[in-house]
């Protein structure tokens, strides 16, 4: 996790500047792509572990990082190496939508959260398929496309070392739909409709 220093929105877009855990700033360069909170940016000025990024407009419009501020925590991720070991689903910090935490229930010790999105998405939200919630690779347990809803359950070192410990109720969180199941979510549709 790293901390928002300062947001500061403008008309056109804004300048958000996170200040980097301890050794996470390591090597990091202009230019470099790190996600926020799953969301793909381009650190524009380093000093030391503080690391300034420019949001354009629609950047600001589609991802919960417009209602971000100075305190906030929020989730980060260097970008994978070639070589380097991948765990979950790749993630290309392109987000979807934005969704809803309408539910949050720790029976026995468990964390699952059931999260409202926009009902369109639902086809490429399947049981025990994968989703990208403001940067973390999660599996979905249940879903209802008619509500367009769906629910995770977090372990507890998601919760220690993500954002996810922080949000509750009405939260606000990045949704990034799986590639794969897109593409052959979309590919199905278009071949149904071609052939029908």
Known sequence: ??????????????????????????????GASIAVDGTCLTATEIEGRIVHFDLV???????????????????????????????GHLMSGHVS?????????????????????????????LPKGFIGLDGCSLTIVDTDAKRGTFTVWLIPETLSVTCFGHRGLDALVNVEIDSQTQAVVDTVISYMKNNA
């Open 57 to 87: 407009g629609e950047t600001m419009a589609i991802t919960s990082l417009g209602i971000r501020q100075a305190g906030d925590k929020v989730n980060i991720e260097r970008a994978a190496k070639i070589g380097s070991e991948i765990g």
């Open 1 to 30: 996790m790293a901390t928002i220093i300062s947001h500061q929105i403008n008309s056109g877009g804004s300048r958000l500047t996170l200040e980097l855990p301890e050794g996470s700033e390591k090597s990091l360069q202009i």
């Open 97 to 125: 939508d934005i969704a809803k935490i309408i539910a949050v229930e720790e029976p026995d010790g468990n964390h699952i959260l059931t999260l409202l999105v926009n009902i369109e998405l639902m086809k490429y939200i």
